[in-house]
């Protein structure tokens, strides 16, 4: 049961992977804390799995999620970021959580309370060896977990526009000055996390072969939980804290008692923002960017 | 001047159509009304059956009207919707017997949300009956005003489980359940463990019950774990959105046991979730039923259901629906036979004998058979077990809820 458990655990941290990665990027770059990417993530599951039930393939359902949760994204920067981006940071995250609502009740609307199912065979083959067992799916979610790390940690590192995004995350006015454009800046650090939220969400309701309204909630909580404890600012972090909370979960839950699983995991959370507040691989405690 | 009395005519013509457009098609209606309250979840987790309930009580609505109404006087009934939120509903129950001054309440739906307004019923002297709540003691604990047209989950758990263990031979089950659900923790950590036991079924993980919460779709761990005792059968004490989740874990792990709950599990959307994973659980209604009652209703409303936006296409009559629709009929012919005036001076007078008729009912007909109340304010009806198993229900145990067992 351990290896299957640990197997569990490093799927889930996937999961929580792809999520903290969308909350990473608008929080380290922007510094606010867009809560409705938690029902973005879900938006882009319906929509990738409504595609897939009209008989679009993989790719194509793929597309349809990123596209929805990006322009979702941008739709919130415009309503929700811009108008307040001058208040007090408590502020855009009470208006993204308007937005989150406001997300979930039109999913519920169009698509009713139900959990959305893909048919049957969308389950899956599952790979055995010995005891422990591995869907196809879940090799997938792992995979592009990493990737995604990796991709995005490229291209905030590498590429004219991550040096943008650090720099206006760093000073807003030099970067001004520098020529970088803020506003362009900010639209593309909310796609980027409607990006990120779309192939998170597609994935995870072709994992589950399932995804229900009410799953950014839970869901959404736990991937805050894994960008504070890998560090805020720093997306590799991530890929650090993900597993670990995925893993002391699942085995909290087989070894511990599955009630106090949730008391376990924001333990940990508050035990090391009370040691380390910078998270795991956070750098100095003053290493955080201003907004844009 | 012409002009001006063929422009009066034209304008008279259009206001008396307008106003025969506007009037209701009851025939009988003499300006009277009779309000019925109803509170139901349209929007939160349980949105499909408080939505389809709206179909419903228009549906009834409409029919009532159209047959001349409430002895004479235009049935109107006045929906809140609660979100699945206790304190919502306990605010609507409120609003509906102190702003609505409606003369009973339908509702709420779940169990938790009675727990917190059917206190306000009896605080406010009214009428409110439950159509889904069935965790045990919940209207008991609210006499004189509180009523459920649910059967209590430990009776209905006493049908299901001799059938699960002899059907399967069970000789060990595991219990999974929605930790953020009342009637589901009952269910599955006190109601079935006990009567489990009675039956020689020895339940593995007693005393540390695997849960999950509402919401969660990665439940992984748990199925693992349950597979790891090896259990017979498994107990998942949870509605059946949540269930559906744990139905393809168990099928994505490969652990294809018979499955059993209770009355939450019922819906049509849970049998596409593991069609080959039989479910055990009971009802008082399912939508394929074969009872003539059942089958009018089902006729009715269906049709309905599909033409409403924000529900499923595979949409069916959910035994919610039937049981409000029974809620509000009970209501209906209090009115008509214990002398309920209607008259705003005489609201309190009408609330009570509205509540002593439905005390001591007698035989209703109710879709599935007739309906009494016992001294705890829980209906006394048929119900049946049902398995579903290959996409479809097929009852296996006919059952009455009644201590004489005559339903």
Known sequence: MLLQQLINGLTLGAVYTLIALSFSLVMGILGILNIAIAELFMLAGFIGISALMAGLPFPLALAAGIAGATITSIVIKFVAYDPVRSSPVITPLLTTLGCSIIIQNVVVNYWGS??????????????????????????????????????????????????????????????????????????????????????????????????????????????????????????????????????????????????????????????????????????????????? | MTQSILKGIAVGALALAAAAAAAPSAMAQDGRQIRIGAIVPSSGPFAEWGRTNTVTLKMLEDKINAAGGVNGAKLEIVIYDDATKPAQAANSLRKLAGDDNVLAVAGPLTSSACEVTFPVANQMEIVAMSQASSKPGVAANNRPWAFRNTVDEAILAKASVPYLAETFDVKDIAVIYDAKDAVSTAIATKIMPGILKEHGVEVLNDGDFLSFNTGELDVSAQVTKIISLDPDAIVIGADYSEAITVLREMRRQGFVKPVIGGTPLISSAILHAAPDIPIIAPATFYASMDEPRAKEFVAELQPLLKETSGLPESIEPSMYDANIYENVSMFIEAVEKAGVTGNPDDLAADRTKIRDYITNLKGFEGLGGPISFNKDGDAEKAFFIVRGEGEKWTTVVHGCSSQGGDC
């Open chain 1, 114 to 292: 139900n959990p959305l199912q893909l048919p049957f065979e969308f389950l899956g083959e599952r790979l055995r060896y010995g005891p422990i067992s591995i869907g196809s799916m879940q090799i997938l979610v792992m995979a592009t977990s990493v990737a995604s790390v990796a991709v995005l940690g490229f291209m905030i590192q590498r590429t004219r526009i991550g040096r943008g995004l650090r720099a206006a995350a760093e000073n807003r006015d030099v970067a001004r000055l520098l020529g970088v454009s803020a506003d362009r800046l900010t639209i593309v650090a909310f796609a980027l996390s409607g990006v990120l939220a779309g192939i998170a969400g597609v994935l995870i309701g072709m994992h589950y072969a399932a995804i229900t309204p009410y799953v950014g909630v839970e869901t959404g909580l736990k991937a805050i939980a894994v960008m504070v404890v890998g560090g805020v600012t720093r997306i590799w972090g991530a890929l650090l804290a993900g597993p670990l909370i995925g893993i002391i979960e699942v085995m909290t839950i087989a070894y511990g008692g599955s009630q106090i699983r949730d008391l376990v995991v924001y333990g940990l959370m508050i035990l090391i923002l009370l040691i380390r507040p910078q998270g795991l691989l956070g750098g100095r405690s003053s290493d955080t960017g201003q907004r844009v």
